[in-house]
């Protein structure tokens, strides 16, 4: 048992049986998944040095997992906060550089680069579909990994001014080799851009996401883990996070408190819900004005992380 951020013995937090992940993916989706979905009795860990929570085993979910998983419509975000914010720190580069994007989907982010030409941008997925889709948009598109793309003659080390990876270092089983493997691609002074939740997630203080454990996610990032990252692969790094109101987080958890998740809510239902349970509202609304402020940590639910190489 290791921390992949440390050599110090880390501490246990739960168990998490296969059959209680499995009960709680079902009651989260409102649809049992299929049992082979999760094959393995999980437990939570806490790094001692860093606060990174992980996985044990570090076994990533399978193809049946993510088979079930993607057919339900809210697992795809769509536009994330921080495909805008990477646009903007791009335009310091210089211009139209090459982008790599490692695990693109259908090329969102990519698309929205309108600044770079066609031409200079690069998608590289595990998913057939997804990757065919970023085909047909014209850009440079490989299924596979960033070895099998590399042996390809896809990607050449130093070749991009910026790579991004946009939620995907906390799926992964090593994360810092992970890094490593895309910090290799990005040319001397460019920037390797990488966001995750940041967790604990500002609901998830009495409601357990079953999505941001395994085997969907093997790690839970927090700014010190990024921070010992940083050293581990001897860059420095920015962070940055989104706008983040008290009212809404408190709104977000009181509503998972009372409904299902990714349920629509009639306003007037949630409105009288309010009313009736405002001391519990008021409670969770004073937890979140507490939060990153008494962690040091941020208030925010995602980080970007910027890593700028020598």
Known sequence: MKSPLSSLPPTKLRDLPRTFILGELGKYYGSNPPDQAVEVDYSLWRCAETGLEFAWPMRPG??????????????YPGIRWEYGQVRRLI??????PKILDVGCGKGDFLRLLDGVSVTDKYALDMNEPAVTACRQLGFHSFCGTMETAAQAGFIAPGQFPAVTSFHCLEHVEDPVSFCRSMLALVAPGGRLFVSTPYSPMSFESDWFDVMNHPPHHMTRWNLQAYQKLADLLGVKMRWSAPPSSVRR???????LHRYPPHRPIPKPKLLADLILNFPEFLRLYRRQSRRGRDDGGIPADVILVEFIKP
């Open 62 to 75: 399978n193809a049946e997992f993510y088979e079930w998983v993607s057919q339900f419509p809210s697992y």
């Open 91 to 96: 335009g310091e580069i210089g211009s139209s």
């Open 249 to 255: 987080r408190a709104l977000a958890e009181f509503k």
